[in-house]
Nanobody
Framework: QVQLVDSGGGLVQPGGSLRLSCAAS????????MSWYRQAPGEERELVAV????????NYADSVKGRFTISRDNAKKMVYLQMNDLKPEDTAVYYC????????WGQGTQVTVSS
């Protein structure tokens, strides 16, 4: 069965960095685009970044362009989100997602940006 396990969140000061990881299993990872979403308290879940199946194409929300980088390692079945110059408004639970017929989500990892 499809499983996504998110990790790497934590508490960081404004201007700091974090790298999120998502470990995938249960499907042919290299054939599917992967996404990171986030959800802040009281807000709807929003798309942060997407990467194509072989990693050649990426897209980002305007709010994170130039600060976040999505990448993947198909051999390890991992997708990453490098987050630099973090801001308090980046505080949210971050989820990776794959559309494998239906949408499958990781359990989420909390990112808190605060001084």
């Amino acid at each position: 069965q499809v499983q996504l396990v998110d990790s790497g969140g934590g508490l960081v000061q404004p201007g700091g960095s974090l790298r999120l990881s998502c470990a995938a299993s249960g499907f042919t990872f290299s054939r599917y685009a992967m996404s990171w979403y986030r959800q802040a308290p009281g807000e709807e879940r929003e798309l942060v970044a997407v990467i194509s199946s072989v990693g050649g194409v990426t897209n980002y929300a305007d709010s994170v362009k130039g600060r976040f980088t999505i990448s993947r390692d198909n051999a390890k079945k991992m997708v990453y989100l490098q987050m630099n110059d973090l801001k308090p408004e980046d505080t949210a639970v971050y989820y990776c997602k794959v559309r494998y017929g239906s949408d499958y989500w990781g359990q989420g990892t909390q990112v808190t940006v605060s001084s």
